[in-house]
């Protein structure tokens, strides 16, 4: 019974999550209502305890990376940073490599911080022009940016700043460049593997005579699911010289990725004994634990000097409607922090309870190593909760001293463990009830039945290269 009850608040979720309402509200109520069948009493306790405790946890460690990830995608999009991009890997690469163009598209705006909500609304209008252009199925542009934005730049390729390769560092005290090589290897399977599954479906597709619109009964209408696609720029991005303004666009995301590694190699030496609060005389503050906090750190005034950089470099571009944008973001980040929050509000409610006992227990008996335990088990709640940074702060949140006990008993770097457990962050998450997903679609104007069975052949292609990096690290010690 103790299962079920769990089991069925996970369902309850995931129905309610699928069906489009927020999880800040039902997160609470499922967590709690298997609180109540398990003893009623406990309710009041647990919420305030429990949920609000990790709630709260979470948006204090995590809230300030995905703000400026916001508000660095708004001031991209609004500067016309996004254009001058795409303008520049288009003359490089040709007009006719659209669904290439995307994908490295997509894949230099993540690495680079932006919100992956932000990516996909940045990168659609120049996709469905791209896509049009090559004559190749508007069906497929859903899977395309997918690929380029949820998967390898996200969290395989060492040195991102997305939420799912942070959240291991404050848990396993590494930074964002864990394990480079296996990322790299984990990165360079899912871009291969990934492409040539989306090239042989366009070429199926050209083959069957299948053009932008569809054939036939599929034929698909132009017009997107969201208004908002109007106010975005639509250039023609395949014509006209690329000029020095153009290369200058590259600078905030370059200055991203740099500021990122000096943060990260010289914020110890500035801090080389930590920080002690009670040296100022204020000792109910405490000490601050360095290594949980430098990747944070490290990336925060990264995006900081990104943001400032691309306003200074694009000041008339932004003076107009800077205000609403930087409302619009701030929203955004707000909406994101807050969901991801309450999912792991509910994960610590869940993981207190009897039940959560039993499929712990399972998942040790059945994946005694703990690479592949991380894996399994962060897949598992990364599909249940429909959010990758949902998944993983649930896992490691309840089991994460359990996984390093693990790992110094294997003799596996914690490095590795980082890699592992991020990477199977992002590869079940793009189940269908996840915001992404969702949100994908509906700015793609397209139905999970018209295209989600290409964003599905990427989830596991993505699931696959966890485990792949897992054999590989076993076979050579590579890391």
């Given at each position: 019974m103790d299962l079920i009850i769990i089991l069925a608040a996970l369902g309850l979720l995931i129905f309610v999550a699928y069906r489009g309402?927020?999880?800040?509200?039902?997160?609470?109520?499922?967590?709690?209502?298997?609180?109540?069948?398990?003893?009623?009493?406990?309710?009041?306790?647990?919420?305030?305890?429990?949920?609000?405790?990790?709630?709260?946890?979470?948006?204090?460690?995590?809230?300030?990376?995905?703000?400026?990830?916001?508000?660095?995608?708004?001031?991209?999009?609004?500067?016309?940073?996004?254009?001058?991009?795409?303008?520049?890997?288009?003359?490089?690469?040709?007009?006719?490599?659209?669904?290439?163009?995307?994908?490295?598209?997509?894949?230099?705006?993540?690495?680079?911080?932006?919100?992956?909500?932000?990516?996909?609304?940045?990168?659609?209008?120049?996709?469905a022009q791209l896509f049009r252009e090559a004559n190749i199925p508007k069906r497929l542009m859903p899977a395309t940016i997918a690929f380029s934005a949820f998967t390898f730049s996200m969290d395989a390729i060492p040195g991102s700043p997305q939420i799912q390769n942070v959240i291991p560092t404050s848990f396993f005290n590494t930074t964002i460049y864990a394990a480079p090589a296996l990322g790299m290897v984990g990165a360079g399977f899912i871009f291969v593997s990934g492409m040539v599954y989306l090239e042989s479906r366009r070429r199926k597709a050209a083959a069957n005579g299948e053009g932008y619109y569809g054939k036939g009964e599929n034929a698909i209408s132009e017009i997107a699911a969201t208004s908002e696609m109007a106010s975005l720029p639509a250039a023609e991005i395949s014509k006209g010289k690329i000029n020095a303004k153009d290369w200058f666009a590259f600078l905030p995301l370059v200055l991203v990725g740099v500021m990122n590694k000096f943060f990260t190699t010289y914020i110890p030496k500035w801090y080389e004994n930590g920080f002690d609060f009670a040296k100022m005389g204020l000792d109910s503050f405490g000490t601050v634990n360095m290594n949980q906090y430098l990747s944070i750190w490290s990336v925060v005034l990264a995006l900081l000097i990104g943001v400032l950089t691309a306003i200074a470099l694009n000041f008339n571009a932004v003076k107009t409607n800077f205000r609403e944008s930087m409302n619009a973001g701030i929203s955004g980040a707000l909406l994101a922090t807050m969901n991801t929050a309450s999912e792991f509000g509910f994960g610590g409610i869940i993981a207190a309870l009897p039940g959560f006992t039993i499929v712990q227990n399972s998942l040790s008996a059945t994946f005694t190593n703990p690479l592949v335990n991380g894996a399994v088990t962060t897949n598992v709640l990364a599909g249940i909760t429909g959010s990758g940074s949902g998944g993983i702060s649930i896992t490691l949140g309840v089991m994460a001293e359990k996984y390093v006990e693990a790992a110094n008993a294997f003799n596996i770097p914690l490095e590795v463990m980082h890699r592992v457990m991020s990477m199977a962050a992002g590869g079940m998450d793009t189940l269908p009830h996840n915001g992404a997903v969702i949100t994908l679609l509906l700015v793609c104007g397209l139905t999970h039945r018209q295209a989600y069975k290409d964003i599905f052949a990427i989830t596991v292609i993505k699931t696959l290269a966890a485990f792949l990096i897992i054999g590989v690290y076993m076979i050579t010690g590579l890391v």
């Open positions: 309402f927020s999880v800040i509200i039902f997160a609470p109520i499922c967590a709690l209502l298997a609180v109540f069948l398990t003893e009623p009493s406990y309710v009041l306790p647990f919420f305030s305890n429990i949920f609000m405790e990790k709630m709260v946890g979470f948006v204090k460690l995590y809230f300030p990376v995905f703000l400026l990830g916001a508000i660095f995608g708004k001031v991209i999009e609004m500067t016309g940073i996004a254009e001058r991009i795409a303008k520049v890997i288009v003359r490089f690469i040709g007009a006719k490599q659209a669904i290439l163009t995307v994908v490295l598209m997509g894949a230099i705006l993540t690495y680079s911080g932006v919100s992956l909500f932000v990516v996909v609304f940045a990168i659609y209008p120049f996709a």
